[in-house]
T-cell receptor
């Protein structure tokens, strides 16, 4: 595997389900990100992990719960989602010299297309 | 005011022409500027980055940065149908901000 991988690529879930999205980066980077991309809207930064510590949480509803067990893996746990949460969820990674969490180019995974019924 | 603004387009240019994509940003302290290309249904891929005022060329692509005007642009020379995609401008300051993207169609 190379680059940034995400699983699953497609997910359909009901509002009462619990599911998790997985991201793995094979680039040796020290920062990882979750983004949400909805139609006609800019990429929305959800969470940033730098050196495995969460450094950014952009007022994301608590039904989204991130987990970063190590610098190569990032999860997004989902529960009791709403239909408006249907979107493309993108994971990205970057190498930040200061561990601050932004500034250098980010490499994206292929995304998970989530549909909430 | 949006952090990063782009004309959503769509922008249509004939094959072989120059495509010009523009982006303005609000944070004067922004330090790094990126252009990503996103094909329909795919994730963004980095095509250019620029940190200093002036032009930076890479093949058919030229990024131009003017910090005084808070303006960054991307020129694509000899446009090809394969360049048809959405182009996202991204700027870092306090955070990594993306614009909504400009849809480009290159007509054969």
């Amino acid at each position: 595997e190379t680059g940034v991988t995400q699983t699953p690529r497609h997910l359909v879930m009901g509002m009462t389900n619990k599911k998790s999205l997985k991201c793995e980066q094979h680039l040796g980077h020290n920062a990882m990100y979750w983004y949400k991309q909805s139609a006609k809207k800019p990429l929305e930064l959800m969470f940033v992990y730098s050196l495995e510590e969460r450094v950014e949480n952009n007022s994301v509803p608590s039904r989204f719960s991130p987990e970063c067990p190590n610098s190569s893996h990032l999860f997004l746990h989902l529960h009791t989602l709403q239909p408006e949460d249907s979107a493309l969820y993108l994971c990205a990674s970057s190498q930040e010299p200061s561990g601050r969490g932004w500034g250098y180019e980010q490499f994206f995974g292929p995304g998970t297309r989530l549909t909430v019924l | 005011q949006k952090e990063v603004e782009q004309n959503s387009g769509p922008l249509s240019v004939p094959e072989g022409a120059i495509a010009s994509l523009n982006c303005t940003y609000s944070d004067r302290g922004s330090q790094s500027f990126f252009w990503y290309r996103q094909y329909s249904g795919k994730s963004p891929e980095l095509i250019m980055f620029i940190y200093s005022n002036g032009d930076k060329e890479d093949g058919r692509f030229t990024a131009q940065l003017n910090k005084a005007s808070q303006y960054v642009s991307l020129l694509i020379r000899d446009s090809q149908p394969s360049d048809s995609a959405t182009y996202l401008c991204a700027v870092t300051g306090n955070q990594f901000y993306f614009g909504t993207g400009t849809s480009l169609t290159v007509i054969p």
